[in-house]
């Protein structure tokens, strides 16, 4: 096969795709499920019950030191969550320009604070208006006190608990809960200290408490939660090998692209040392560090290919920089310390390492609803330092009890990481999996909310048994002896995927953008030859394989691949009504090809919205129309001057054939990802085959002439939209977006026609600027 050779192109949109967006107007008729008459009356009655119950309550406190808001849990119903139901549960509640409703616990629990014994008199005034506020009344049912969830098996003078309060979403309130809380402790004689997860967590470390005092916090309004603060422990599966190997070192005046190890070290031997920066991050002393782990690890990110002998990644080195955050010891230390550990490490050196590898996490599977502390908080010190991390998925041990996968662990749910599964790089007589297929260690998705994790996958090993004892067969690596030693596990994956964003960053002579790097990479990963569906294949490989760097970068003349990077404003979107489909891609008066399109976003994030944790969400159209058309923009709601008319998006399964998509001899079955994304999923990506569209669907949207088009449309949950109306404060979006236009035909025609239609269509095309191959020599 011959060497690609062609950049991807960098292209911005004009200034007429940016378009406002037009409201529909009109009266809409309420929901059939609507409560009426008596029932109506009923549920507003029992609402009014509770609040009187609140009333009380306020009266009591609203003059002592330190007053708390009472917190109110309310059971959404099923039919109530599209955003025009929201917003009426909103007008309801949110009385004195206030956001009263704080969070969402689980899929359908509200939850509302009440401040003052005026906001319940309001509120209360508009549960007597029932016929105004009957749609919210009716979308919510089961009002009571709201009673935190304290999960803790035993208590003694020494167990650590992780306690989280409420957040207020008011600088002020929020402010006094900490103050309150900390009075609180210290009044009863308790330990505590406030960690920082992020700054929307509210969360303490609490020690020195009995079990009569745990049952006290019940008394405390504005407190979430109480859990045992989990603790880590790191397990490893390695074996010795003799094999003696000469190790590439680092060209003498090159600049390599840094990689942070957030790991238990990295030792200093003749073959990592040449590798490592100069700089170096530790929070232990030396005699409390055991770098076995964090030195295999470097291994497989230094020398993967050079090992295996097998171009995975085709990267050509990096610089490591060692941060020390875990300690040599299996048990007693607690996920806030390596939480800790992680942010210096990153806020000392973020100027330096843009892309951060870490193979550590919990054994603690993550929640079906509600997005982890610890995940929450990578996100933050991304967002705060503008790094990628590259996050293991996490290891299970169920296939040892014959059991299927867990799912992701804890801190494996980040929504800003690129997190790496394990699939086996081969197979042995004893192995459980076959070659390519998922390690029977590797946790699988999905994570919260549904979203789509592990994003992709990478070679970490398999395993197996003989005689009943477990046979390990690992990946190369190196040990912190020096020596060849093999490892398998989710840890040795990751650094794979790390070795290989280094490569695209050390290419790009662009400013550092993580949702570029983490774009192109998933765009480019696909599925290996895996009999599952396709909902299968994603719950347990993400987007699949990634190629070597070589694949993600350059074109041949068969294909084109455009990146778009943008931001979307709230009240605007994007089309492009003339889209660069090249009319070579026609055959027998059909359009046909093969397009590939993913979109990753940057979404605006809320703690404390449970599985609504993702705020913000973009679409993606794509496809067909026969004309452009003139509009009244004298007409009500008309803002934008030029339409299309016949258009008909492509990114969805109605138009198929799904006998075409159920073929199971069918050779594009490993490269297809049509799915209903849903809203909300930061990352989507589709990959489409035009002649599998039905005879009739052809005829409607492929027969030549035809225009192209592509749209993105943000759009933000209720909660999102008041908070940013009320600080007056503009809402913008990030996204990269890549598109692959690929002619299956091997005309040879695409990538020279597409450009030439981005010069007629007035893009502002950039080849996009890539560095000189670095090609690293043995040593001697």
């Not at 020690?207 to 745990?214: A, I, M, N, P």
């Not at 598109?739 to 007035?762: F, H, S």
Request: glycine share 8%.
């Amino acid at each position: 096969m011959a060497k690609k050779n062609l950049p991807v192109k960098m292209v911005r949109k004009r200034e007429n795709d940016q378009l406002s967006n037009e409201g529909h107007g009109g009266k809409t008729t309420p929901p059939k499920w609507v409560l009426k008459g008596d029932e109506l009356t009923g549920r507003a009655d029992e609402f009014r019950q509770v609040f009187r119950q609140v009333g009380s309550r306020l009266r009591e406190k609203v003059n002592q030191e330190g007053f708390q808001p009472a917190i109110i849990r309310v059971k959404l119903m099923s039919e109530a969550t599209a955003k025009n139901h929201r917003r009426e549960i909103s007008k309801l509640f949110n009385v004195q320009k206030k956001l009263n409703i704080i969070g969402l616990v689980g899929e359908d629990e509200l939850i509302l604070k009440i401040d003052s014994p005026e906001d319940l008199e309001a509120i209360e005034k508009r549960l007597k208006d029932t016929a105004k506020y009957a749609t919210a009344l009716s979308a919510i049912e089961e009002p009571d006190l709201f009673k935190p969830s304290i999960e803790v098996e035993e208590i003694n003078g020494s167990t650590l608990l992780k306690v989280k309060l409420f957040h207020l979403h008011e600088y002020e309130q929020n402010q006094v809960l900490i103050r309150s809380f900390e009075r609180f402790c210290e009044n009863n004689g308790i330990n505590c200290r406030r960690l920082n997860y992020s700054r929307e967590l509210n969360i303490f470390e609490v020690s020195g408490v009995t079990k009569d005092q745990l049952e006290d916090f019940d008394s405390f309004d504005g407190l979430y939660s109480i859990t045992e603060m989990p603790m880590l422990s790191l397990s490893l599966d390695e074996i010795e090998s003799t094999v003696e190997v000469e190790f590439p070192k680092p060209i003498e005046g090159t600049e390599y692209t840094v990689v942070g190890v957030l790991d238990t070290g990295i030792a200093s031997h003749e073959h990592l040392q040449p590798w490592k920066h100069p700089k170096r991050h530790t929070n232990f002393p030396d005699e409390d560090i055991d770098p076995r782990h964090g030195s295999m690890v470097t291994g497989v990110l230094l020398f993967g290919d050079y090992l295996e002998e097998a171009e995975y990644t085709g990267t050509n080195g990096c610089k490591v920089l060692e941060a020390v955050v875990y300690p040599a010891t299996t048990s007693g230390f607690s996920e806030e310390l390596l939480i800790r550990n992680i942010r210096e490490a990153i806020r000392k050196h973020h100027d330096t390492v843009k892309i951060w590898n870490l193979s550590l996490g919990t054994n603690l599977q993550a929640d079906i609803h509600d997005f982890s502390d610890f995940a929450q908080a990578l996100d933050s010190i991304q967002d705060e330092y503008g790094v990628l991390i590259i996050k293991s998925a996490g290891n299970c041990k169920n296939y040892q009890l014959g059991k299927p996968k867990s799912r992701i662990s804890k801190s494996a749910d980040s929504v800003r990481s690129l997190v790496v599964g394990s699939i086996a790089q081969s197979k042995t007589e004893s192995d459980l999996a076959e070659a390519f297929y998922p390690s029977p260690f590797t946790r699988i998705g999905p994570g919260p909310g549904g979203i789509i994790k592990p994003d992709i996958v990478h070679f970490g090993g398999n395993t197996g048994f003989i005689n009943h004892k477990e046979k390990v067969n690992g990946v190369k690596t190196i040990g912190a002896d020096g020596k060849i030693m093999t490892a398998a596990g989710t840890s040795f994956a990751t650094p794979r995927v790390s070795a290989l964003a280094a490569g695209v960053s050390a290419k790009i002579g662009e400013e550092f953008n993580p949702l570029l790097i983490k774009a192109l990479i998933i765009h480019n990963s696909k599925h290996p030859e895996l009999e599952m569906s396709i909902d299968e294949k994603i719950n347990q490989t993400g987007y699949g394989l990634p190629p070597a760097i070589g694949g993600l970068l350059y074109n041949d003349e068969d294909e084109i691949t455009l990146i778009f990077q943008d931001v979307i404003t709230k009240g605007g979107y994007i089309k492009i009504m003339d889209f660069p489909f090249p009319e070579s891609l026609i055959d027998n008066g059909y359009f046909y090809g093969q397009i590939s399109i993913t979109l990753v976003t940057s979404p605006l994030l809320d703690s404390g919205q449970g599985s609504e944790y993702c705020q913000s969400n973009v679409d993606v159209l794509f496809g067909s129309y026969d004309e452009k058309k003139q509009r009244d923009l004298s007409k009500k709601g008309i803002k934008n001057p030029v339409g299309v008319e016949g258009n008909q998006n492509l990114l969805v399964q109605s138009v198929y054939s799904q006998r075409q998509l159920k073929q199971v001899d069918n050779p594009f079955n490993r490269e297809r990802i049509l799915i209903n994304h849903g809203k909300f999923q930061p990352t989507k990506k589709w990959v489409i085959n035009l002649e599998e569209l039905t005879d009739g669907n052809r005829e409607k949207f492929l027969l030549a002439p035809k225009n192209w088009f592509l749209e993105l449309k943000a759009s933000f949950r209720d909660n999102t939209e008041l908070i940013y109306d009320q600080k007056r404060e503009e809402v913008n979006l990030e996204f990269a977006l890549i598109i692959t236009i690929q002619d299956p035909k091997k005309k040879g025609k695409v990538y020279n026609e597409v450009t030439q239609l981005l010069e007629k269509y007035n893009f502002i095309p950039n080849e996009i600027r890539l560095r000189e191959e670095v090609k690293i020599r043995l040593n001697g």
